[in-house]
């Protein structure tokens, strides 16, 4: 049973536009919430995280939302630009326990 | 400060066979986690070590097992390698004494079993 879900495997998006990267996830002990971008051949790296306490967090271009009632939270990027091209991990932890979803695909196209 | 590093970056090795991962953490830093990752199955957690203890671990068989030095360093070991085995395994590590740190990642080590 999956915890942490991204329900969409890929995402396209116009360079400048607004890309919406979504998670969802289903234990509601889940205090801490975190974004990782990963580039092939290359390990993750950490991009953005939201305590529980917040339902909003906010990093240059990047933002991410959590919507607690409806366990979901997501990633906005504005504006998308060509080196955001990567694969988005949404993660969750409580704990010691860290938690990721499988990954969507960003391509952000010129 | 130096990332995290892990050797070798790329292994081949036969079924039935045996392999050891290394992992170095961020200096500081006495946690490191292992994960794989396959296509489509994104990080699936494989176990965590804390001052040489693991403390915790993820589904995955016995053939799988680690350890952790008192330099904060891990090894991973698999025994009895299959085909199923091969994908990127990945170390992270992370502060871990108290509250919340996020985690740190390696490159990874491309396994492939044939």
């Known amino acids: 049973d999956q915890q942490v879900k991204q329900n969409s495997p890929s995402l396209s998006v116009q360079e400048g536009r607004i890309s919406i990267l979504n998670c969802d996830y289903t234990?509601?002990?889940?205090?801490?919430f975190l974004w990782y971008k990963k580039y092939p051949a290359e390990g993750p790296t950490f991009l953005i995280s939201i305590s529980s306490i917040k339902d909003k967090n906010e990093d240059g271009r990047f933002t991410v939302f959590l919507n607690k009632s409806a366990k979901h939270l997501s990633l906005h990027i504005v504006p998308s630009q060509p080196g955001d091209s990567a694969v988005y991990f949404c993660?969750?932890?409580?704990?010691?326990?860290?938690?990721f979803g499988p990954g969507t695909r960003l391509s952000v196209l010129p | 400060k130096a990332g995290v590093t892990q050797t070798p970056r790329y292994l081949i090795k036969t079924r039935g066979q045996q392999v050891t991962l290394s992992c170095s953490p961020i200096s500081g830093h006495r946690s490191v986690s292992w994960y794989q990752q396959t296509p489509g199955q994104g990080l699936q957690f494989l176990f965590e070590y804390f001052s040489e203890t693991q403390r915790n671990k993820g589904n995955f068989p016995g053939r799988f097992s680690g350890r952790q030095f008192s330099n904060s360093r891990s090894e991973m070991n698999v025994s009895t390698l299959e085909l199923g085995d091969s994908a990127l395994y990945l170390c992270?590590?992370?502060?871990?004494?108290?509250?919340?740190?996020?985690?740190?990642f390696g490159p990874g080590t491309r396994l492939t079993v044939t």
């Open positions: 234990n509601s002990m889940f205090d801490y």
């Open positions: 992270a590590s992370r502060r871990g004494t108290g509250g919340f740190s996020e985690q740190y």
């Open positions: 993660a969750a932890s409580y704990g010691q326990n860290f938690v």
